[in-house]
């Protein structure tokens, strides 16, 4: 057997490869044997690692990734849980909240084998759920995933505080979320097959109390080639933006909000429901659980003064919906017994920003597109729906004033001649706003639009609309209706 510091030596070099059967990693072992053993091929990273011998290879335990890694899975490798753990592979700053840095993971197959577990609110890694998760991760590169059997409450695959990962090639089937990720930057997610029960790819910069591991803006995205085959009530894609308020005496609390205390990051983890907890005493604490003298538990995430968790320039490209599922879900979940993701005190001019393109997209579901209750930029380019509204967004809680904004630009947009009556475009919402763009639309009828009452709505472009009511239009503002092209000259349309 090769001492460690010739394998370090040949595998830097490129010409050498760490055997994890040299330890004792094989098909027949026990899970903790093997567990062990694979465990000890990586300890301290700057190596590569290949699992050579096609087997199912049973785990009872996490294990770890460090800096420096390659780990290769020859074909016919599965690694099979046996006992209800958290995650199968991880990085290392996982557990340490370090950061890691040049991971690559090659042909790794998952069997969840039914089993789930998560962290509890004491753990330094609630939050993270991922089967493979990565926190704290910069230069990581994922190819040939598979993740069977996926249960209970676990993701597939899981990134936050990221920058540079790529996931290419995957196949994710089971019960919860497939791709899930938190905060980070620079990311490409690419020719992969989901069907879950779930949501397929969350885009999650501010989500549930225990799923969150970081809160932040997600940017600079590329998620494409993908078709979902999902099954259940979710959608997707599910996009979660979020804003927060700062500390102080007497503001009222859910389970979800967020605050910030000087530089501090706290969330409220009362007990699941929409009750309110009025907060009379500060949070200060930096890690893990602290409860007032009310009883009211603020558990700490992180030190950066952050205000909002937004999503700027993420593209979907040649994405195809087999699903009946709903498509994307744009929301804030303003009442959800889970979370609330903008707290009421929270001002209109600070809520977040949403920014998504959505490119090349066939959807055979009967569910709107996109829908939701957040502000949204949103171009839709080549988009071809077999049946059911394109857009379709409206705040959930009409008891406050949610005041959604929508920008919307459509191009080469289907719009078949069918039987339906329903809205392709539909906004309400009292004080809401939509500023849509139709350009270049492949249309064999009229764009048919919704908009409802208080809403300040603005249609341009040179494709044709049902009709102008209930717009609010500028001088200037050209489009067509039933074909025929009508501009706004400060008074009417002429």
Sequence with gaps: MMGVAGMLTTALAGTGVVDPADYGFAPDASATTNAAALQQALDGGKRIVQVTRPGVYGLDRTVWLDSETRLVFAPGVVLQKRTPYVHVLA????LTATWNTNITVEGATIDVNAFSATHGEDSPMFGNRGQVAFCRIRDLTVRKFTCLNLHGAQYGFQIAAFENVVLDGFEIRGQKDGVHINAGRKFVIRNGTLETGDDGIALNAEDWVGATPVLGSIEDGLIENVTDDGHGSCNFSRILTGAWTDWHAGMRLQRGDTVRCGMNLY????????????????PAHTRGVWVDKSGLKFWYMQNDGALSANIRNVTFRNIYLR????GFLADWETRSEWNRGIHPELKPENYP???VRLEDIYSESPHALVSGNESVRLWLRNICKTRGPLVSLSPQDHNRDCKTDVWLHLSGVVLKNDDGKEADIAVQGTGSTLNLTVDGL???RDLRLSIGPGVRARVNGTGSVNSLENLT???????KVNGTLKTFDGIDWR
């Excluded at 990085?91 to 996982?94: Q, S, Y």
């Design 442 to 444: 492949m249309q064999e």
């Design 353 to 355: 920003v949403c920014e």
């Design 267 to 282: 969330r409220a983890v009362m007990p699941l429901g929409t009750n309110e907890y009025v907060s009379l005493e500060a």
């Design 473 to 479: 239009p500028k001088a200037g503002d050209s489009v």
């Design 323 to 326: 699903s009946p599922r709903n």
């Design 91 to 94: 990085n290392r700053g996982l």
